[in-house]
């Protein structure tokens, strides 16, 4: 009998305790399962950024990033960028962008953004995106940084407050290929194909100073025998407003210093030309120069991918296309 009694009581413990037991466990999992979520992806603001945009300042509110960790950022719960963290003071993280997964989400980016940080591998993390494709016209393989190891690593985490600029930095470096107008031996004003190089800087807030340089060879000019080099020197201010699609559009106005060379031209060793011919040769290539003409246009740089432009020059001096890196 006593058996009997210990068996029942038993069977009674068992059939009573185990839907706690068991709400207890699910309980706990889903606890858990929450917590790590809380631990793995948090959120925080992004307060500053550099002005190539490979350096941030985000807050630290939950103080879930420490001097070298590994982080990547995320918009909306789409990788964005994976990031190292340089440096911890107070309640701020200045990271260092190391590679780029959507260049559309990635022109987004700006002050006062809120941004979600998964800290450590992410390799879970690249598949929430399809890497395939890219919406904003760009295809990144998820691999390919976009920036230099060395220089991101050498970078200065200072940042200077150049929020109002359109564009961030000081520095434009651009290469250029064009066409300028000059007379042939006709008379008959025709386009020479013309090389040329600029830097511009930013001396206030959108306001650039540009100076460039060109040459352009004009074959058969002063005579069908002979060449002129014109080169070119433009002094030239601009001020940028922002388009849509990352496109800055920049009025300028300046002066145009041209200089014609012609070695050869009015060379009396050519027996069959006269005195007047030879003399017209070198009022022809003087007639090209010109000291300080003025000159005024628009500049159109459409951003390719960070640091990069795609230029176009429309003006009374030249029409180009080029590229352009700001640093």
């Known amino acids: ?13 068992t059939i009573y305790m185990l839907p706690s037991f068991a709400a207890s466990a699910v309980d706990t999992i889903s606890s858990s399962k929450a917590t790590l979520g809380e631990i793995e992806l948090f959120e925080e603001t992004i307060e500053k950024i550099s002005p190539t945009k490979r350096v941030l300042i985000l807050t630290n509110d939950n103080k879930a990033m420490d001097k070298g960790d590994f ?20 309640d701020k993280a200045g990271i260092k962008i190391l590679k780029i997964y959507s260049l559309k989400l990635w022109g987004a980016i700006d002050s006062e953004l809120k941004v979600q940080i998964f800290r450590g591998d992410d390799s879970g993390l690249v598949a929430l995106q399809d890497k395939k494709e890219d919406k904003s016209g760009g295809v990144i393989g998820s691999e390919d940084d ?18 109002k ?31 040329g190089g600029s830097w511009a800087y930013q001396m206030w807030d959108d306001l650039w100073a540009e100076v460039a340089i060109g040459q352009s060879v004009l074959r058969g000019y002063p005579d069908e025998s002979l060449d002129t080099t014109l080169t070119g020197f433009t002094i ?14 920049k009025p300028y106005g300046g002066v145009l210093f041209l200089t014609a060379k012609s070695p050869s031209a009015g060379d009396g060793s050519d027996t069959s030309k006269g005195e007047a011919a030879l003399t017209k040769e070198i009022s022809d290539v003087e007639a090209l120069e010109k000291k300080g003409a003025f000159i005024f246009g628009v500049t159109v740089l459409k951003r390719l991918v960070p640091g990069w432009f795609a230029r176009l020059d429309l003006g009374t001096d030249v029409l180009n296309l080029g590229i352009t890196v700001e640093f």
């Open 146 to 163: 976009l920036y230099n190891d060395e220089a991101i690593l050498n970078e200065n985490l200072d940042l200077e407050d150049h929020d």
């Open 1 to 13: 009998m006593l058996r009997l009694i210990k068996f029942l009581f038993a069977l009674w413990l």
């Open 165 to 195: 600029r359109k564009i961030k930095t000081d520095n434009l470096l651009s290469f250029t290929y064009g066409k300028i107008s000059a007379p042939d031996i006709d008379g008959e004003t025709v386009r020479y194909t013309y090389w």
């Open 71 to 90: 982080i990547t950022i995320l918009y909306k719960k789409q990788p964005i960028a994976r990031a190292v963290t340089a440096k911890i003071i107070n």
């Open 236 to 249: 030239r201010a601009k001020y940028t407003f922002a388009g849509p699609f990352d496109i800055f559009i």
